[in-house]
């Protein structure tokens, strides 16, 4: 039996990685300096984007204009001001802090303030925070918002977080989330969030329902996890799925790249196909390589290679793992191994373990087995488990047991199913029968087929034909040629014994044996072909006996030949059957030898008679042998005669 795993191929971790994803909070003109970036789902490392920030402008003022319009509105309002106008001064220096003009709007704003305009106020606070003076920023935030000004409320919360006075800036923060101010909201659920908070979801949901794409996201995301941990663990928690998707949908349709990605997997594990492509075309041509990766694997699948290659290759120079395996994959096939080595490397530099494991895989095909040993240890040592089995396997073929068993024992202990049954394998050879059940039957209940054929022989040989009749039923569903003969003939075994089929009677129908002896012989089994012969027989129908016969015959079988030879010579074609009995008999079989003496006696020819029963005589088994002995020393009388 040979080990599993030496013939595995690219291991392609699914459409996309997904590591944990990292947002900053949107920004608004009015703060233009973001949140530090902080993890929500545990990862280590943040992902390279700038996110765009929700606009959210404190002036309730102008609406956007197009140039000339903005220009005459400036004009108008700087007369107005000029007269002494309170709002014309808060307007005109909201348009000149929205131009980047703080020098020409700071005077503008204090005079405003000093009138007692609280959008004045807080721009007043947002020109002094670009300036770098943060602390006094704060205090005419404080003024502003103690006025009510929402837009106040949430920079003071946020200013108050960056010095880590976390009480104060939950005080402004809900302040300014409850006064309807989306940005409050969502900065109250990332402040909530972090400190484990479940409110926090529900004012995350509140930012999402007024239309705040990263708080859509960000939902979706803990609703997902939440639907995750439900099919892991069964307990409903209440989240419905299409809940999720709506989410991602909104934050996608609001342009956030990461939503369109997870939006794009929904449906593509959903099978529509055509709308998750679109998602990723849409995440990607924003940048997010993950799903330039995903669409290249959709490509792929959908016979497009080289568009396919395309993303990947896109998706690999922005630093995709996954990407540069599959541009690996690929050229491996094409047989440019040079050019799969260096995408390979590509992946690993992009610390994508599977990168290594392929690098072993690619040379250990080119026999390459020292390196081959380097890469698959690398990667073991890193924890991939399909690696370590593969090692194991490699310090096996060079007689290495000692070093190959605990590589196996890492792999299987990591969930690897091959290494499983690998174990099974070594300790089998050792004669620790017990040991091998057991990980036979570990490898089995993740359905792996042939340990389910050795669990099943194994009930067998203890008597457990119920245990054994389960496993032999997982093997030959999973495809083992074997493992359908032996449940074959333990089904058979319990049939109860029909009566010879008699010229002129219906056929009768296949019992359930008979069907599995078939899927045997059709797969190749040369016994279980043998046996579907003799049921065919059995039941009248000597063409199919002698197709089943003759397959198992060419294909090397002693009995198969001896029964073609048999039925052959009932309907009259002696001198056919004989050469399938020389056929068997020359392959050791001691009933062939013995019809051949008898057809070689029959004919006169004494002396090939003699060699055939001679033959027989060494071939046997006992009843043959005795019954070749009498023919033998019967022809040799009949020779000294």
């Given at each position: 039996?040979?080990?599993?795993?030496?013939?595995?191929?690219?291991?392609?971790?699914?459409?996309?990685?997904?590591?944990?994803?990292?947002?900053?909070?949107?920004?608004?003109?009015?703060?233009?300096?973001?949140?530090?970036?902080?993890?929500?789902?545990?990862?280590?490392?943040?992902?390279?984007?700038?996110?765009?920030?929700?606009?959210?402008?404190?002036?309730?003022?102008?609406?956007?204009?197009?140039?000339?319009?903005?220009?005459?509105?400036?004009?108008?309002?700087?007369?107005?001001?000029?007269?002494?106008?309170?709002?014309?001064?808060?307007?005109?220096?909201?348009?000149?802090?929205?131009?980047?003009?703080?020098?020409?709007?700071?005077?503008?704003?204090?005079?405003?303030?000093?009138?007692?305009?609280?959008?004045?106020?807080?721009?007043?606070?947002?020109?002094?925070?670009?300036?770098?003076?943060?602390?006094?920023?704060?205090?005419?935030?404080?003024?502003?918002?103690?006025?009510?000004?929402?837009?106040?409320?949430?920079?003071?919360?946020?200013?108050?977080?960056?010095?880590?006075?976390?009480?104060?800036?939950?005080?402004?923060?809900?302040?300014?989330?409850?006064?309807?101010?989306?940005?409050?909201?969502?900065?109250?659920?990332?402040?909530?969030?972090?400190?484990?908070?479940?409110?926090?979801?529900?004012?995350?949901?509140?930012?999402?329902?007024?239309?705040?794409?990263?708080?859509?996201?960000?939902?979706?995301?803990?609703?997902?996890?939440?639907?995750?941990?439900?099919?892991?663990?069964?307990?409903?928690?209440?989240?419905?799925?299409?809940?999720?998707?709506?989410?991602?949908?909104?934050?996608?349709?609001?342009?956030?790249?990461?939503?369109?990605?997870?939006?794009?997997?929904?449906?593509?594990?959903?099978?529509?196909?055509?709308?998750?492509?679109?998602?990723?075309?849409?995440?990607?041509?924003?940048?997010?390589?993950?799903?330039?990766?995903?669409?290249?694997?959709?490509?792929?699948?959908?016979?497009?290679?080289?568009?396919?290659?395309?993303?990947?290759?896109?998706?690999?120079?922005?630093?995709?793992?996954?990407?540069?395996?599959?541009?690996?994959?690929?050229?491996?096939?094409?047989?440019?191994?040079?050019?799969?080595?260096?995408?390979?490397?590509?992946?690993?530099?992009?610390?994508?373990?599977?990168?290594?494991?392929?690098?072993?895989?690619?040379?250990?095909?080119?026999?390459?087995?020292?390196?081959?040993?380097?890469?698959?240890?690398?990667?073991?040592?890193?924890?991939?488990?399909?690696?370590?089995?593969?090692?194991?396997?490699?310090?096996?073929?060079?007689?290495?047991?000692?070093?190959?068993?605990?590589?196996?024992?890492?792999?299987?202990?990591?969930?690897?199913?091959?290494?499983?049954?690998?174990?099974?394998?070594?300790?089998?050879?050792?004669?620790?029968?017990?040991?091998?059940?057991?990980?036979?039957?570990?490898?089995?209940?993740?359905?792996?087929?042939?340990?389910?054929?050795?669990?099943?022989?194994?009930?067998?040989?203890?008597?457990?034909?119920?245990?054994?009749?389960?496993?032999?039923?997982?093997?030959?569903?999973?495809?083992?040629?074997?493992?359908?003969?032996?449940?074959?003939?333990?089904?058979?075994?319990?049939?109860?014994?029909?009566?010879?089929?008699?010229?002129?009677?219906?056929?009768?129908?296949?019992?359930?044996?008979?069907?599995?002896?078939?899927?045997?012989?059709?797969?190749?089994?040369?016994?279980?072909?043998?046996?579907?012969?003799?049921?065919?027989?059995?039941?009248?129908?000597?063409?199919?006996?002698?197709?089943?016969?003759?397959?198992?015959?060419?294909?090397?079988?002693?009995?198969?030949?001896?029964?073609?030879?048999?039925?052959?010579?009932?309907?009259?074609?002696?001198?056919?059957?004989?050469?399938?009995?020389?056929?068997?008999?020359?392959?050791?079989?001691?009933?062939?030898?013995?019809?051949?003496?008898?057809?070689?006696?029959?004919?006169?020819?004494?002396?090939?008679g003699q060699r055939w029963a001679d033959r027989a005589v060494s071939l046997g088994p006992a009843e043959v042998a005795e019954r070749a002995a009498r023919l033998r020393d019967a022809l040799r009388e009949e020779l000294s005669a």
């Open positions: 039996m040979d080990v599993m795993g030496d013939k595995a191929t690219l291991l392609e971790t699914g459409r996309f990685v997904q590591p944990a994803d990292f947002v900053q909070s949107a920004g608004e003109l009015v703060q233009p300096e973001h949140d530090a970036s902080r993890p929500t789902d545990g990862a280590s490392q943040p992902v390279a984007e700038l996110v765009r920030p929700e606009a959210d402008f404190a002036v309730d003022r102008p609406a956007d204009q197009d140039e000339t319009g903005e220009a005459a509105e400036e004009a108008r309002q700087l007369l107005a001001a000029e007269t002494g106008d309170v709002e014309a001064m808060s307007v005109l220096g909201a348009m000149l802090l929205r131009r980047g003009d703080l020098d020409g709007a700071e005077p503008h704003l204090r005079a405003a303030t000093a009138a007692g305009d609280r959008a004045a106020a807080n721009n007043l606070g947002v020109l002094l925070h670009q300036r770098g003076y943060a602390d006094e920023a704060a205090g005419w935030w404080r003024i502003a918002a103690v006025a009510g000004s929402a837009a106040a409320a949430h920079a003071l919360g946020r200013h108050h977080r960056e010095r880590g006075d976390e009480p104060a800036a939950e005080y402004w923060l809900r302040q300014s989330a409850e006064q309807g101010h989306t940005l409050g909201a969502y900065a109250l659920a990332d402040l909530l969030e972090h400190r484990s908070d479940q409110r926090a979801e529900q004012w995350m949901r509140v930012a999402a329902e007024r239309g705040h794409r990263e708080a859509a996201y960000r939902l979706a995301r803990a609703l997902d996890r939440q639907v995750t941990r439900t099919g892991e663990d069964g307990a409903d928690n209440g989240v419905e799925p299409d809940e999720v998707e709506q989410w991602y949908r909104q934050a996608a349709a609001r342009g956030h790249r990461r939503a369109a990605l997870h939006l794009g997997a929904i449906l593509e594990k959903r099978g529509e196909l055509k709308e998750a492509g679109r998602w990723y075309l849409t995440s990607a041509k924003d940048g997010e390589a993950r799903a330039a990766c995903a669409l290249g694997f959709l490509l792929r699948d959908a016979g497009d290679t080289e568009s396919a290659a395309v993303w990947w290759l896109r998706a690999a120079q922005d630093g995709d793992g996954n990407a540069a395996n599959a541009l690996g994959a690929l050229h491996a096939e094409r047989g440019e191994t040079q050019t799969a080595e260096r995408w390979y490397r590509a992946a690993m530099d992009a610390g994508d373990v599977n990168g290594a494991y392929n690098l072993g895989l690619l040379c250990a095909e080119q026999t390459r087995t020292a390196q081959a040993e380097q890469w698959y240890r690398r990667a073991a040592y890193a924890g991939h488990r399909e690696a370590a089995n593969a090692l194991a396997i490699l310090l096996l073929q060079v007689g290495d047991t000692t070093g190959a068993e605990p590589w196996f024992s890492k792999a299987a202990e990591a969930g690897s199913v091959d290494a499983a049954f690998n174990l099974g394998i070594l300790y089998a050879g050792r004669g620790e029968e017990r040991a091998a059940l057991r990980w036979y039957e570990r490898a089995a209940a993740a359905g792996h087929t042939e340990a389910a054929l050795q669990v099943g022989i194994a009930r067998l040989r203890d008597g457990d034909e119920p245990a054994a009749e389960r496993h032999l039923r997982c093997a030959a569903g999973g495809g083992s040629a074997e493992g359908a003969y032996r449940l074959a003939t333990v089904l058979d075994a319990r049939r109860p014994p029909e009566p010879a089929h008699e010229l002129g009677e219906p056929v009768r129908e296949k019992a359930e044996c008979e069907e599995w002896y078939e899927r045997a012989a059709s797969q190749g089994h040369r016994r279980a072909q043998v046996r579907v012969g003799m049921l065919a027989a059995a039941r009248g129908d000597v063409v199919e006996a002698a197709r089943w016969y003759r397959t198992a015959a060419e294909a090397g079988s002693r009995n198969g030949a001896f029964n073609l030879g048999l039925l052959l010579a009932r309907e009259g074609s002696e001198p056919e059957a004989a050469v399938w009995w020389t056929r068997a008999a020359d392959a050791g079989h001691g009933r062939s030898a013995l019809r051949l003496a008898l057809v070689y006696a029959r004919r006169g020819e004494l002396a090939e």
